[in-house]
């Protein structure tokens, strides 16, 4: 993410099993993983392999038809399953087939299956449900000018569809979304199929995700849009999904992603994924956002004149830097934020830096005179303060970003830009597809730089002030009281 602006079982049992049911079991509650910043997202017990998400869209202020399909198997035994699910009327569930009855803890949906579930089984859990888009700005659906598109970090993919909604708990994603003819469905990964149902003035697109992804790197978009393809490196093909009317409008500004991602290639590796494009919507949302394959975009960052072509070239490539930090290579915790955030605020400041308009030596110079403040106000990078109730992009605060990304600079400046560049290439090539930690980035820096750098980047991770920089004695912090 990059902020932009000035973010019953559905048929019954018998009532001797229901009884049995309710002598046995306590009262369902809202569980979690115990996330330091959101503790009830996740659920403890299973781990999901793919989800099957199918939604009918009318109009982005009718709640649409759902069905969501989840295939994972049990970690330990359950009495119960939870999913997150909010902002939908559910309908029926089902467990490995089976009616569950179902009931909700706070944001949680609870479902019972016929029988306890033993660990390492498999489990098939089918919902059918609504999905509401009209549950205001703290995220999931965006309403735009002429239909919906996702927005889900870092708290709200389950304001979408029931998930296991953690980063650490990352799936594949099939998509199926009929649309009335007039609109077009746009998702993750790559189309599959593309079915006409004139009898019913609709069509159903298809999309699968290649590789697993996080619930909050979802995305669907629907509107009146033109989806434009192009080449980038390798021959890989490249979709942007604009507003139709918009095209001749935004085309200088997509053309630019081919030498965007060769630029990235040579500095980090091969594309992670299987596709890559920016939907830009016809919406205010204050942020930019990495979902995978498809980063979501405000129309208003390119069309609007207050912003410098420098800085949106650079914003482009925050987002497209995510694709492998964040996307690709997921945090473990919403505490290792900093390693997406500072990852893509490097890379939007070295390529800024490479346009000849704001050098990345100043950046961080000015980085580092706000430091504490920043600290002070949000907590150190590694260890974020939780965001205030009810300001649910809150966590999103700058020391996570240029405060994140001067660690990086700190790094480079302590072993080399060589090593440095090693690194960063070891790091997203032997963590594609997997969930990491601040812990496993400080032993592969370690590893890199023939010597233990824990006590280095401690305090620069953990404490509540900046450390000194090094080969920059000269450069200062206004302290805080």
């Given amino acids: 993410m990059r902020l932009t602006s000035p973010r019953l079982r559905a048929a019954l049992l018998g009532a001797a099993s229901l009884t049995l049911v309710a002598a046995v079991l306590p009262p369902p509650q809202a569980l979690g993983i115990g996330d330091r910043l959101f503790p009830e997202l996740g659920n403890p017990g299973y781990d999901v392999d793919s989800y099957d998400l199918s939604f009918t869209f009318k109009d982005n202020r009718t709640p649409l038809d759902a069905v969501t399909v989840i295939k994972a198997r049990t970690l330990t035994k359950l009495d119960r399953v939870n999913l997150d699910f909010a902002r939908g009327t559910v309908r029926s569930a089902e467990i490995n087939g089976r009616p569950a009855p179902f009931a909700t803890a706070g944001e949680d949906l609870v479902l019972t299956p016929e029988r306890p579930l033993a660990a390492d089984e498999p489990l098939r859990i089918t919902i059918h449900h609504t999905s509401d888009p009209r549950g205001g700005g703290d995220g999931g659906w965006v309403r735009t000018a002429d239909g919906l598109a996702m927005a889900n970090q870092a708290d709200a993919a389950h304001r979408v569809f029931p998930c296991n909604d953690h980063p650490s708990d990352k799936a594949l994603f099939t998509f199926r979304i009929t649309a009335p003819h007039g609109t077009t469905a746009v998702a993750n990964g790559l189309p599959v199929l593309t079915t006409d149902r004139a009898a019913a003035g609709a069509t159903t697109w298809t999309y699968r995700t290649v590789h697993p992804m996080a619930t909050e790197l979802a995305q669907v978009s629907l509107g009146a849009s033109a989806v434009l393809r192009r080449e980038g490196p390798h021959g890989l093909e490249l979709r942007d999904v604009v507003p ?53 975009f405000e129309r208003g960052i390119f069309t609007d004149p207050g912003y410098p072509e420098w800085y949106v070239d650079s914003i482009m490539v925050h987002e497209l830097a995510h694709q492998w930090f964040g996307d690709s290579v997921t945090p473990r915790t919403w505490s290792d934020l900093w390693l997406n955030e500072g990852h893509a605020t490097w890379y939007e400041a070295l390529y800024a830096d490479g346009l000849g308009t704001y050098s990345l030596e100043r950046r961080m110079r000015e980085a580092y005179q706000r430091s504490d403040q920043w600290r002070a106000a949000g907590g150190p990078p590694a260890e974020p303060k939780a965001a205030a109730p009810g300001e649910k992009i809150g966590l999103f605060r700058p020391v996570v970003y240029d405060g994140a990304a001067l660690i990086l600079y700190a790094l480079r400046q302590k072993i080399g830009t060589p090593a440095f560049e090693d690194l960063e290439r070891r790091w997203v090539s032997g963590h594609a597809d997997q969930i990491v930690g601040t812990d496993d980035f400080v032993r592969l820096a370690s590893q890199v730089a023939g010597e233990d750098l824990t006590a280095f980047l401690q305090p620069w991770l953990y404490g509540r002030t900046t450390p000194p920089m090094p080969g920059h004695p000269e450069w200062s912090a206004p302290k805080t009281t």
């Fill in 244 to 296: 139709t009317a918009d095209k001749k409008l935004l085309e200088p500004w997509l053309k630019k992603t081919p030498a965007q991602m060769e630029w990235m290639e040579k500095r980090v590796g091969r594309y992670p994924f299987e596709t890559y494009g920016v939907l830009i919507a016809h919406a205010s949302t204050g942020f930019e956002l990495e979902t995978q394959t498809l980063s979501l």
